[in-house]
Each structure stands twice: as C-alpha cells, then as structure tokens.
T-cell receptor, first 116, second 114 residues
C-alpha cells in the first residue's frame, strides 16, 4: 500500500525557536496533503490543506504566519512551526491524498513536538 | 456542516467479550466516505475500513465487523471476542468527495483486560 513518512518522529525544541516537519509520500504522487494536530487525549483536528504549487488553506483559528506550510512538489509538504511556545507541544500528523483516487488518504506516523 | 459523534468516551471489557463502538455522523453531502482508525499508544493511525455512502453492505474482516445504516446515519464497529491487543483509541471519521480532509470523532478508548 501507499506509504507516507514524516520526519522527525520526535523533536524537542526551546521556546522561541522554529521547527520544520516534513511529510513525504514515498511511492505515489499527492496533489493534496493535510496537516492535523492532536493534543493529548483529544481528537485529530485539521489545521490546513496543502496543495502542490499553491498557498495552503488554513482552518479557522490556525495562524498562517505561525504555521508555515510549503508544498513544493507532489511528494513533499513541510510544516514549520515558527517561534514555538509550550502550548504548541502536540502530535502533528500529515496525510496525503492519492492523486486521482476516490479520496484514499494515507496518514504519516506523526511527529511529537515538545517545546520547553 | 459535517460532524461525527462517538458518544462512548471509554469502554472497558474483559477478554473474549464482544464490544460495539458507536459512530453517528451528520452531513448534507450525498457522496461521502466513512472511516474507522485505530490509534495504539505509539500514536500512529492504523486504517481499518473505508466505506462510501453508496455501499451499505455490512463488512466483516476477521473479528471485526461494521454496520452501516444510512437511515440512522450510523457506522458502528464491532469487535468479536476482544483481545488485550485491541486496547487502543478508535476513531470514526467522515469526509466528502475526493481531495477533502477527514473530520474525526472524539474517539473511544477501549481497554481490554485479561
């Protein structure tokens, strides 16, 4: 089946620094990728929709200047958390939508971000 | 607006018991997709099933079965003869057509004790 990877799997950073998370579709092209955030013991909440070659669409309440998304190719989307604060500590999960498929989505393994 | 409700926050059962996880959804779309995912403590989502709105056939996969009823907007998940390894958080999710994101329910934490 289709595989999506995320890197890093875990990251600890200091407050005020920036962190980049990569999401790659390894064996298929994804015109659309999604970024979700999951706080402890909560559900996954969509943060933004990332379309290759265009600006990302952010959900209400998600700051686009804080969570920078770049979808430069059909196999890579990046999420950069800028000036991270402890409240940004969360589990970030991406998913990739198989181009031309009937909404088959494949999730990455997630990135656990801890901001100290 | 689309919405997924998993009313059961936590369920505890003893091994070999059958357990049903409820999922009720709301959508105005005529074409939509329903999903179930398992999330073990590692955090990685494990895909269990995807069902489109035109396919109301129930599905069985080993100890897992799903009951999709459009009349009640429900997509319930049953585990037969539960095992300790089934302990996890289970999410029901809904999406519209191709290229749309998933909307997740709040999840049900299943604990199976030996």
């Amino acid at each position: 089946g289709a595989v999506v990877s995320q890197h890093p799997s875990r990251v600890i950073c200091k407050s005020g620094t920036s962190v980049k998370i990569e999401c790659r579709s390894l064996d298929f092209q994804a015109t659309t990728m999604f970024w979700y955030r999951q706080f402890p013991k909560q559900s996954l909440m969509l943060m933004a929709t990332s379309n290759e070659g265009s600006k990302a669409t952010y959900e209400q309440g998600v700051e686009k200047d804080k969570f920078l998304i770049n979808h430069a190719s059909l196999t890579l989307s990046t999420l950069t958390v800028t000036s991270a604060h402890p409240e940004d500590s969360s589990f970030y999960i991406c998913s990739a939508n198989l181009a031309g498929g009937p909404n088959e989505q494949y999730f990455g393994p997630g990135t656990r971000l801890t901001v100290t | 607006a689309q919405k997924v409700t998993q009313a059961q926050t936590e369920i505890s059962v003893v091994e070999k018991e059958d357990v049903t996880l409820d999922c009720v959804y709301e959508t105005r779309d005529t074409t939509y997709y329903l999903f179930w995912y398992k999330q073990p403590p590692s955090g990685e989502l494990v895909f269990l099933i995807r069902r489109n709105s035109f396919d109301e056939q129930n599905e069985i996969s080993g100890r897992y079965s799903w009951n999709f009823q459009k009349s009640t907007s429900s997509f319930n998940f049953t585990i037969t003869a539960s095992q300790v390894v089934d302990s996890a958080v289970y999410f029901c999710a809904l999406s519209g057509g191709a290229g749309t994101a998933l909307i997740f329910g709040k999840g049900t934490t299943l604990s199976v004790s030996s």
